[in-house]
């Protein structure tokens, strides 16, 4: 049993986390190209933090530990990827012989560098980590049955998904993608722009859709959390 008190408007939190989902559909799936509308999703999803402390707070202090050692793992690798090295490290790592050759032309073959090869593709990743953070951390105060809504809600828009790439697939790509500079005549893309992105959004509203019980079952016939 949880010893902290949930927060009072649970209602609150349960709109909000369905509205980022939807936002997070419509504008982050353009990847690292489309860096404002990633940053739209991301201000809307620190937004939403900053005014749910509460319950930001009631999941750290009451989430099981192995749960946030995962997430703090998984904000410290791109961080640690982050991490200016001096040479004698960073040159010694596998596949960086072309990145000593090109600092030695350029006179600064002594500089110190990160352990990513691409430090702006490791600031995209960490940033992106705060979405799928609100969303835990916001709904882990709501009870069962609100939670069994936004996974239908979820398999709803992976269905959305499907119906959007009916015509990008019917048209070889020519009529319905939200990201036309990539086109690949006969596939589903949906509102990503990677079909891996499609394939994965798909992947877990099928897993939603077996899983998840009925979205109209009573209330009082659910397992409420405790």
């Not at 936002?23 to 353009?30: A, K, Q």
């Not at 707070?57 to 009451?62: E, G, K, N, Y």
Request: proline share 7%; charged share 10%; aromatic share 10%.
């Amino acid at each position: 049993m949880r010893s902290l008190s949930k927060p009072a408007d649970l209602r609150h939190s349960y709109v909000v986390i369905g509205a980022l989902v939807c936002l997070t559909l419509l504008f982050g799936g353009g990847g690292v190209r489309y860096g404002l509308a990633n940053l739209v999703v991301q201000l809307a999803a620190l937004i939403i933090l900053s005014l749910n402390r509460q319950s930001f707070f009631l999941f750290w202090q009451t989430a099981p530990y192995p749960l946030k050692l995962l997430i703090s793992a998984s904000l410290l690798l791109p961080i640690i990827h982050l991490i200016p090295l001096p040479p004698e490290i960073w040159r010694s790592l596998p596949g960086r012989e072309v990145v000593a050759e090109t600092y030695s032309l350029i006179g600064t073959k002594d500089a110190w560098t990160s352990l990513s090869v691409d430090p702006a593709r490791s600031w995209v990743a960490l940033n992106a980590l705060v979405i799928p953070l609100t969303i835990l951390a916001v709904g882990w105060s709501l009870d069962y049955s609100r939670l069994v809504q936004l996974g239908w809600l979820v398999a709803f828009l992976g269905l959305g998904n499907v119906l959007l790439g009916v015509p990008q697939v019917l048209s070889s790509g020519a009529t319905g993608l939200f990201y036309p500079e990539t086109p690949m005549p006969g596939v589903l893309f949906g509102t990503f722009a990677n079909r891996n992105s499609t394939g994965i959004f798909l992947v877990c509203a099928l897993c939603f859709i077996a899983l998840l019980p009925s979205p109209i079952t009573r209330h009082d016939v659910l397992i409420t959390r405790v």
